[in-house]
T-cell receptor, first 112, second 113 residues
């Protein structure tokens, strides 16, 4: 158990809908990262937050957004969902600005 | 920008045999290097990491990796593979001063009896 929790574990929704994925980092970790894992694209970094502020952006679509709250949990919002958004979404956390990241169990999103 | 190449998509090893998974990185300075393992339906678990110092690093579950600057490689090894090692293995590179990681495409390890 990495100490990073993600909810929900599974999510099934329809095209055009909006969903919110939630992540709680390890106790004391200030950085939260979001990744998308799909068969064709592999593990893609989406976005990083550090202590409530956006720190780095990767291959995140404009339909996707994230935020980190004062209690350090983070949410990833996915809107206008398309079939191609079906994937595993992972959250990871790390202490301060250190590279070592601890991953949550992921949320499997299925868009029908 | 950093990049990571894991040239083997799949590898099959007999149980009890030795294992080496290849990882090559591209980065202009000294990188931070990681190996993660992902079992089916699970998140990624950190096996080992290299930040500096001794180029041979020991990790969990009997794995080790060697950093070779001249070859830009960070290959993962295990002397005797167990059936429970069947999983997907990811190499990742990070940069000094930046907390994001770049991951390779992964190598799926299959263990035959």
């Amino acid at each position: 158990d990495s100490g990073v929790t993600q909810t929900p574990k599974h999510l099934i929704t329809a095209t055009g809908q909006r969903v919110t994925l939630r992540c709680s980092p390890r106790s004391g970790d200030l950085s939260v990262y979001w990744y998308q894992q799909s068969l064709d694209q592999g593990l893609q970094f989406l976005i990083q937050y550090y202590n409530g502020e956006e720190r780095a952006k990767g291959n995140i679509l404009e339909r996707f957004s994230a935020q980190q709250f004062p209690d350090l949990h983070s949410e990833l919002n996915l809107s206008s969902l398309e079939l191609g958004d079906s994937a595993l979404y992972f959250c990871a956390s790390s202490a301060a600005n250190i590279n070592e990241q601890f991953f949550g169990p992921g949320t499997r999103l299925t868009v029908l | 920008a950093q990049s990571v190449t894991q040239p083997d998509i799949h590898i099959t090893v007999s149980e009890g045999a030795s294992l080496e998974l290849r990882c090559n990185y591209s980065y202009g300075a000294t990188p931070y290097l990681f190996w993660y393992v992902q079992s089916p339906g699970q998140g990624l678990q950190l096996l080992l990491k290299y930040f500096s110092g001794d180029t041979l690093v020991q990790g969990i579950k009997g794995f080790e990796a060697e950093f070779k600057r001249s070859q830009s490689s960070f290959n993962l090894r295990k002397p005797s593979v167990h059936w429970s090692d069947a999983a997907e293995y990811f190499c990742a590179v990070g940069a000094v001063g930046y907390s994001t990681l770049t991951f390779g495409k992964g190598t799926m390890l299959l263990v035959s009896p």
